[in-house]
C-alpha cells in the first residue's frame, strides 16, 4: 500500500483517469493528511469516530475500513445497496432494509459482520429482476 503522502501527491487527473470523481479523491486526500492520527487509534470505535469526523466518510465506508483493519467481527456495512435485501432474504424469504437488517442480525451482535459473510456464501438471494447494467469505461473521458 502507498504511503499518506504518495496518496496526497496524486495529480487529479490520474484520479480522473482511474475513474474517481474529485468528490471521493478530496476524501481520499483528507484521510491521507489524517493518516497518522487513523493509524493510531487503539480500537475499532474510536476508529469509527475518527474516520466519521472526516467529510465524505460515512457508516459504509468506515465499517469497511474497520472490517479490514481490525477485524472487526460486528461491523456491519449498512448503506451497502445488496446487502440488506440478501440479509432479509436469507433469513425471512423477504426483502429487508438496512433498519430490518440490523434488527434481524441483533442475535448475532459481536459477530454481525461474519453473519453478513456467511449469509453471501451461502448463496441465498432475492430473485434477479431485470438485465445487469454494462460497467462503465472511464478511460475514454
Not at 9 to 24: F, K, L, N, S, T
Not at 48 to 65: H, K, N
Not at 88 to 117: F, I, N, Q, S
Request: some cysteine.
Amino acid at each position: 500500500m502507498p504511503e499518506p503522502e504518495v496518496w496526497r501527491q496524486i495529480p487529479a487527473w490520474d484520479w480522473h483517469r482511474a475513474g474517481a470523481e474529485a468528490v471521493r479523491a478530496r476524501t481520499i486526500a483528507t484521510a491521507a493528511w489524517h493518516a497518522a492520527k487513523l493509524e493510531a487509534a487503539a480500537d475499532s470505535a474510536s476508529l469509527d469516530r475518527l474516520l466519521r469526523a472526516l467529510p465524505g466518510i460515512g457508516v459504509w465506508t468506515s465499517a469497511e475500513v474497520r472490517q479490514r483493519c481490525f477485524g472487526d467481527a460486528d461491523a456491519v456495512s449498512v448503506g451497502d445497496f445488496h446487502l440488506a435485501k440478501i440479509v432479509g432474504w436469507a433469513l425471512t424469504g423477504e426483502k429487508a432494509d438496512d433498519a430490518e437488517m440490523m434488527r434481524l442480525l441483533e442475535p448475532y451482535r459481536g459477530h454481525r459482520h461474519r453473519a453478513c459473510v456467511l449469509v453471501g456464501l451461502s448463496g441465498l438471494r432475492p430473485p434477479a429482476r431485470g438485465p445487469r447494467l454494462s460497467a462503465r469505461d472511464y478511460r475514454s473521458f
